[in-house]
């Protein structure tokens, strides 16, 4: 039995106010185009469907387009709702889609029926656990003494009655604990949301999403495959894949990671505004990725996103690293008597302050203008 591990495709996120709308339906194709070529029994999808409980009205199209495309190849899809869907409005028309191969998590009730397939080797029963919470748990079963989401996952679990002289997947969406975190995943502080991986333990497969970064969780058959593009530039490095996993007799399981091209890469570059803009450097690069750039200038380079734009129209983040920024000037430290400086004075103290040195006369002369032009609209 094979199937493709997906997650966490946040569609209509938006990074830096960048919407990755285009992105997403770029990648969406490729993962369409490892269905045709590996050809899996299912489709598993991990949670995170959305990026918001209220998404936009282009990524749902989004969503309907590919689960359309997917049934249009006679392969079953199996989603759940992440913790940041709805599950109510994901699952709506769940039942009807049924018909056509798509399988949507209902809303958490305390049951969760499993879906049978079969092959050569017997039958896989597939469960589909969307993202719950110890209160929603104990909303359903009230007399359990729930006190962590692992308690919470474990009573959910054993609740299913596995028979585990069966094959079975689960298609969940949890923080386990242990797993390594990319800074753009939405967690609980101080890890109140760890599950505990032994929880797991009556399944041949755990398709995870939550976290961003793919890797194992606490054993060779519980994984995240993490999502399909890249949403923080602390996933810079990162490589974006999906996962096909085989299960052939029982407890024999094998993954292999399959690895996605974005529209736009995410990078990081550093340098002076001169050597960031001397054609010769940039030459050769794909100046259409997004970009966070630090900046080195020990002047700060005036309108430096508009200009770098020109250039990089992709820039979302600018950053500076020079001996201001390292050295934690505090812009609360004042010398001047409010009463008495003029505008640009209390500007220039403020300058300073901030930059550790005084302005050049070009920047006192720019800013003597542009404070007359705001008095003067006074």
Not at 77 to 103: K, T, W
Request: net charge negative; proline share 4%.
């Amino acid at each position: 039995m094979k199937f493709l591990h997906i997650s966490d495709l946040h569609l209509g996120k938006r990074v830096n106010q960048f919407s990755m709308l285009e992105d997403q339906a770029f990648i969406l194709k490729q993962i369409l185009s490892v269905v045709d070529s590996e050809h899996p029994d299912a489709v598993l999808i991990a949670g995170d469907v959305y990026d918001t409980a209220q998404p936009p009205v282009a990524a749902v199209e989004l969503l309907d387009d590919f689960l359309t495309r997917l049934a249009e190849k006679n392969v079953q899809v199996f989603l759940i709702s992440g913790n940041h869907d709805s599950p109510e409005r994901l699952a709506f028309g769940s039942r009807l889609m049924r018909l056509s191969g798509i399988h949507i998590s209902p809303v958490y009730m305390g049951t969760v029926e499993p879906f049978l397939l079969s092959d050569d080797y017997g039958s896989v029963a597939v469960y589909m656990l969307p993202f719950v919470k110890p209160a929603v748990v104990h909303s359903v079963f009230p007399d359990a003494e729930i006190h962590s989401y692992t308690d919470a996952v474990k009573i959910a679990v054993d609740a299913m009655n596995i028979d585990t002289n069966v094959r079975n997947v689960l298609v969940a969406h949890q923080f386990v604990t242990g797993a390594s975190q990319s800074g753009s995943e939405e967690l609980v502080i101080g890890g109140l949301d760890n599950v505990d991986s032994s929880v797991f333990a009556p399944f041949d497969y755990v398709a995870l999403g939550h976290i961003h970064g793919g890797q194992k969780a606490g054993g060779d058959n519980i994984r995240y495959c993490g999502t399909p593009l890249k949403y923080s530039f602390s996933e810079a490095k990162d490589l974006k894949s999906v996962l096909v996993v085989d299960l052939e007799n029982k407890g024999v399981v094998h993954t292999k990671t399959v690895f996605l091209k974005p529209l736009h890469d995410m990078r990081e570059i550093k340098g002076s505004y001169e050597e960031l803009t001397f054609r010769k450097n940039y030459e050769g690069q794909n100046r259409e990725d997004y970009l966070h750039i630090t900046l080195t200038d020990e002047e700060d380079v005036l309108d430096a996103v508009s200009k770098l734009r020109v250039i990089y129209p992709n820039l979302m983040k600018l950053d500076y690293d020079n001996t201001r920024t390292k050295s934690g000037f505090d812009i609360t430290e004042t010398s001047s008597d409010d009463k008495n400086s003029s505008p640009l004075e209390l500007f220039m103290e403020f300058f300073k302050s901030c930059n550790g040195k005084d302005m050049s006369e070009e920047q006192q002369n720019y800013a003597k203008l542009k404070i007359e032009k705001v008095w003067g609209e006074c």
